[in-house]
């Protein structure tokens, strides 16, 4: 297969790629706008491979997408390029809806021009997957909810996000996400593209920009600065090492059937501060310093709309395409704090903006 991955400079994309070049006969043509999230640096790896093709495009640019599909002739798109930043939706929201919503859109109708000029057998065997989030459906009940908010118990147990769960975006990210995903499950039912929806829980691992809760933790704790907890730190995420997440996504673009939705977790419910203290510790041992890297932690005014606890439940994908994590949090972590420590000058070419 060639497979077109949109975002490929990013951190998700950037880990897909380097699985399907160096895991695969497959492959790629990377689109990538090259905002401040994104760093080629991410795919040295791989970029020297005669499989590996890169298009610095941005997906709003409908000639540039066009272009792009007549000169590669992909056999299935991987939609991953979208500004993620929760904080920066807060501050910004603009950007959110033109990447997220209308970029969206320019690539469905990309892909659907080129889609329909394919032969019958390749229009069947075309892919257009589309690589969501788990805060499209909102948050869940807590567990210090539960003494009073007993209905949310099924079967004694809190829920968690099913295939089927009711959207409910909190935040302009998540809401832009949302729109683009309705379009995705649209442009099937109106025009029938072949099209597939993954939503996935916090992602943490290698070549993770810094302004995200992992490496900002462990970049500001090796530098000496405070370690930021929104509120009291009693936010609830599903952790899932970006490898993992990976393999996940090959294998739905490969094997996953179309019109459906896949859930992806880590199957690792942490507290922020959980997470942010279990760093600490594993600093203390890789990096030691005289006083602990817990002593630098300190809480800040909590973020707006805050969703307090997402959780995934991944049976479908599990059972359906036979995926399953291979890292434990514990273990997919200490590989992520040792990668910042053994590569030091790749996370301050991206601080730097390089």
């Known amino acids: 297969m060639k497979i077109l991955v949109t975002g490929g400079a990013g951190f998700i994309g950037s880990a897909v790629i380097r699985h399907i070049i160096q895991h695969t006969n497959d492959s790629v043509v990377n689109i990538d706008k090259l905002t401040y999230a994104g760093n080629l640096e991410s795919l040295a790896s791989v970029s020297e491979n005669d499989r590996y093709a890169f298009e610095q495009v941005d997906i709003c640019n409908r000639v540039e997408l066009d272009r792009v599909f007549a000169d590669h002739q992909p056999d299935a798109v991987m939609h991953l390029a979208a500004e993620s930043h929760v904080d920066r939706s807060i501050d910004g929201s603009e950007a959110f809806v033109e990447t997220n ?7 469905l109708e990309a892909t659907r021009e080129y889609w ?31 003494e009073t908010n007993t209905a949310a118990l099924a079967d004694g147990k809190l829920p968690m996000f099913l295939e089927t769960t009711r959207y409910a ?17 649209a442009w099937m ?27 900002l933790i462990i970049l500001n704790a090796l530098a000496g600065k405070d370690l930021p907890i929104y509120g009291k730190g009693d936010q609830i995420r599903d952790w899932l090492y970006v490898e993992d997440h990976a ?40 990096a030691p310093k005289t006083t602990s890297y817990t002593e630098q932690i300190t809480y800040v005014r909590d973020r707006p709309g805050h969703d ?33 420590l053994d590569n030091q000058s790749w996370c301050q070419n991206v601080q730097d903006g390089r």
């Open 101 to 107: 919503i209308v970029g969206t859109y320019t690539l």
């Open 169 to 185: 975006p909190s935040s302009p990210y998540s809401a832009s996400k949302a729109s683009s995903d309705h379009l995705v499950r």
């Open 247 to 286: 393999r996940a996504l090959y294998k739905v673009v490969t094997e996953g059937e179309v019109g459906e939705t896949y859930n992806i977790g880590g199957h690792n419910e942490k507290k922020n501060v959980e997470v942010v203290e279990a760093i600490c510790v594993i600093l203390d041992t890789l």
């Open 116 to 146: 329909n000029q394919l032969e019958e057998r390749d229009q069947q065997a075309f892919r257009f997957h589309h690589i969501s989030t788990d805060e499209v459906y909102g948050d869940l009940p807590h567990p210090d909810d539960v």
């Open 308 to 340: 307090r606890r997402y959780a995934i439940d991944s049976s479908k994908i599990q059972q359906v395409l036979g995926w399953t994590p291979i890292e434990t949090f514990e273990t997919g972590l200490k590989k992520t704090v040792q990668w910042y």
């Open 189 to 215: 039912r109106t025009y029938g593209l072949p099209t597939i929806i993954t939503n996935c829980s916090n992602n943490y691992g290698p070549y993770h920009f810094p302004e995200k809760l992992v490496p």
